[in-house]
């Protein structure tokens, strides 16, 4: 059994050190390393702070859920995605990650993380519901919404964000 596991860490570490760049995006050198944040149709004389960050300002805007931006939410977004990849099953990274979707203006993306915390049998079911739901209607899918709002009920009839869920999408779907 050892030499069985030994055997598959031998092949997944030389399987890991392949040399092939998996990235489409171009390959950063000294020589135009710049060029990825430097708006050239700014001058300087102008504007310098434009002039030296604009390029990158204008290929990252601030999402418009958000009043301000930085790297420390760039840094959160890819610590929750990352800790969804190493561990699948972590229900409440999933959650975390889906919430960040829907502030982030990503349904689908929040769909398919409270898809999977509700799959993983949550303590809370009926906030796993309405978090779906919640999901699905900004995603314009009003029937699923209206759906997981009800297996909300189900499970907890006087909950009051799934009955206000419920009346929201009644008056989205009009």
Same mark, same amino acid.
């Given at each position: ?6 055997a598959?860490?031998?092949?997944? #570490? ?14 950063? @050198?000294a +020589? ?14 102008? +504007? ?8 990158? !300002? ?7 859920s ?20 190493i ?11 889906g ?7 990503? %349904?689908?993306m ?7 915390? !509700?799959?993983?049998? %949550?303590?809370?079911?009926?906030? #796993? ?7 699905h209607? #900004? ?5 699923? #919404? ?6 909300? !009920?189900?499970i ?8 206000? !869920? ?5 008056? @989205?779907?009009?």
């Amino acid at each position: 059994m050892k030499r069985w596991a030994f055997a598959v860490l031998a092949v997944a #570490a030389v399987g890991g050190c392949s040399s092939r760049n998996h990235s489409s995006a171009p390959v950063v @050198t000294a +020589d135009n390393y710049l060029s990825q944040f430097v708006d050239t149709t700014t001058s300087p004389r102008q +504007d310098i702070f434009q002039f030296a960050v604009g390029k990158w !300002l204008k290929d990252h805007p601030i999402p418009t859920s958000e009043r301000s931006w930085g790297i420390g939410k760039v840094v959160q977004d890819e610590t929750y995605r990352r800790l969804v990849a190493i561990d699948p099953f972590d229900r409440e990274a999933e959650a975390q990650l889906g919430r960040l979707a829907l502030k982030r203006k990503d %349904p689908l993306m929040a769909v398919r993380s409270f898809k999977s915390v !509700l799959g993983s049998n %949550p303590p809370d079911r009926a906030q #796993a519901h309405v978090e779906l739901a919640e999901a699905h209607l #900004a995603a314009g899918q009003y029937a699923d #919404a209206k759906k997981q709002t009800l297996a909300a !009920l189900e499970i907890a009839p006087s909950f009051e964000r799934a009955q206000d !869920l419920l009346l929201k999408i009644s008056d @989205t779907a009009k």
